[in-house]
């Protein structure tokens, strides 16, 4: 009799968790989750989830698909298992780390009344009255307490929230006049103990800071020294490092000089958008290795990010211009004719040529005419070939060719000219690797040039009942009301 797959029955209750974790956080408005992600990434994605629905109902599905992923093993690396939480001395499920932290810091919560038994955690404060002048207070609380705590290590920051990033409100209080002015601000502090005891205690009370209690992130223990010495030094990192939304920061265990950070840390904190491209390439620089690959990434990133900032602003500002241009109405026989062609099905379409001569508005004549916000225009005038590759049957409602320098243009692009059902093929050459495709079949094609008369009467006779049987010229001698 052949063994049951418990493994396979396993592997299919983690996708089925992991599926309902997404589930849960569709309203945080997440990325979702690749096939069959590591520990890693659902810890993450869990911890996310969990900062951005703080305080709503679905906080406590998130919790349970939690607790759902820890008896399927969606939520632990190999080696690792629910019953360690009891080994770092927290009796509540591992939950949740600190979103940006990856790999091996993996963080738990330990609420008021928890035994609290460990050798590295960190401290999050959210109070509606800290402001960014408690920051010295702040610092200098954290530099006593590892003092008072004999702790090796301690880091802090003060930081605002990301947009969309509000931390939860675990303790709420009245916002003073300062504090309203103020930005909301919350803060972060890191210890860490080399001694065999580290932390001992029973209760959230003795690390408040002003009164106001905070969430303990424990750094867990199970994994072997090796491994929790690097977990911890990642939490000192991370919360010292300086990152979008820091306002003041310091520890007195300094990267580089007590420690070697792992470029893995940063290239993590720089994916979840938590470093601008500058402050990532600043300290790529001090990283050293893999920084030539690392720039030549962030430079690819900002260049592309610019591009499609740049193409935003340019449809903004077209629907703002365009917008108020009135549809075309009173028309000439040769752009009714254009139009009306549409109306039925053929093999190939006529181009519509507006001719002559500068400062007559052809252009926006040419985009009005099938709607301006929606024309996809480009210049022609010193190009034997339009580059079209960015042109879309879904989001273009027209083609218009500006400045074309004469009908050897035409000539030279008939199928396209045409409208042609078999499409056309630009960007062509001896080997063809740059050529592609252009299919514009039963779409109009508007060109306007200041030379299609002059060049026109210079074609062969040929060439001049192709452009005849194919092309209607109307020309504009005054400009377009």
Known sequence: MRAPDRKGDRRQERRRAVKALEEAARPAGLEPLPRDPCASDVRLFAAQARE?????????????????????????????????????????????????VEGDLRLRQAGQGYHIRSHAFMLTFNNAAFV???????????????????????????ETPREGHEPPQEHVACE???????????????????????FRGNSREMLSFRGVPPRVDVCSEHRGPTHFRQAALHGLWYVSVGKLG???????????????????????????????????????????????????EAEEVMRDEAERREEKEKIAARGLVYRELAPVED???????????FTRQSVRYKALVYDRPSGTGKSIRAAQMYGAEHAFIVDCQNAAVPDLRGLSREKHSCLVLDEVPSVDFALNNKRLLMSHIDGAKLGQSATQMYSYNVWWWRKPIVITSNKWACTYEKASPEDRDWLDKNVLCQRLDAPVS
């Open 132 to 158: 960014e002048a408690d920051w010295p207070s702040f610092q200098a609380w954290a530099a006593g307490k590892q003092r008072t705590l004999k702790a090796r290590a301690w880091a802090a920051c003060m």
């Open 246 to 296: 820091t306002l003041h920061a310091d520890t007195n265990y300094k990267a580089w000089r007590d420690y070697l950070p792992q470029s893995a840390w940063l290239r993590s904190l720089w994916n979840w958008k938590k470093l601008s491209h500058e402050r990532y390439l600043e300290l790529s620089v001090q990283f050293r290795s893999g920084h030539v690959s690392r720039k030549r």
């Open 52 to 100: 951005r629905m703080a305080g709503t109902p679905a906080a406590a599905d998130i919790d349970a698909c939690w607790e759902r992923l820890l008896s399927s093993g969606a939520g632990r690396e190999r080696g690792s298992a629910a019953e360690t939480a009891s080994e770092a001395g927290v009796s509540a499920a591992p939950r949740l780390c600190e979103t940006g």
């Open 331 to 341: 028309m000439t026989e040769a752009e009714k004719a254009h139009k009306e062609q």
């Open 176 to 198: 003073t006049d300062a504090s309203a002015q103020s930005p909301r601000v919350h803060l972060h502090a890191f210890f860490y103990w080399t001694s065999k005891d580290g």
